[in-house]
Nanobody
Framework: QVQLVESGGGLVQPGGSLTLSCAAS????????MGWYRQAPGKERELVAT???????NYSESVKGRITISRDNAKNTVYLQMNSLKPEDTAVYYC?????????????WGQGTQVTVSS
């Protein structure tokens, strides 16, 4: 069984900062890509940022310059450092990992963590 467990969400004022963490555990052979997606009420889930096993990153245009994704391969953990947060960043943030187990390669998702940016 593979689990992705997110933490770090909460309420923050506009202009504030927040760091999300996501740890993968279970019978994992290799993690290829880890990333964060978000879904605001009434909207589709969208990409925030991804990082591959070589630390190559990809960001949504809407978060470039404000958000940094990083990864600790030894801990199977991905982080999302969010600065200069805006009300439009309010959403449920989901962690995703593309990884291999004994049964093959597939996507795994975390349960989501709420981020609310409001004064």
């Amino acid at each position: 069984q593979v689990q992705l467990v997110e933490s770090g969400g909460g309420l923050v004022q506009p202009g504030g900062s927040l760091t999300l963490s996501c740890a993968a555990s279970g019978s994992i052979f290799r993690i290829y890509v880890m990333g964060w997606y978000r879904q605001a009420p009434g909207k589709e889930r969208e990409l925030v940022a991804t990082v591959d096993s070589g630390s190559i990153t990809n960001y949504s245009e809407s978060v470039k310059g404000r958000i940094t994704i990083s990864r600790d391969n030894a801990k199977n953990t991905v982080y999302l450092q969010m600065n200069s947060l805006k009300p439009e960043d309010t959403a449920v943030y989901y962690c995703k990992a593309v990884l291999s187990t004994a049964t093959g390669i597939r996507n795994y998702w975390g349960q989501g963590t709420q981020v609310t940016v409001s004064s």
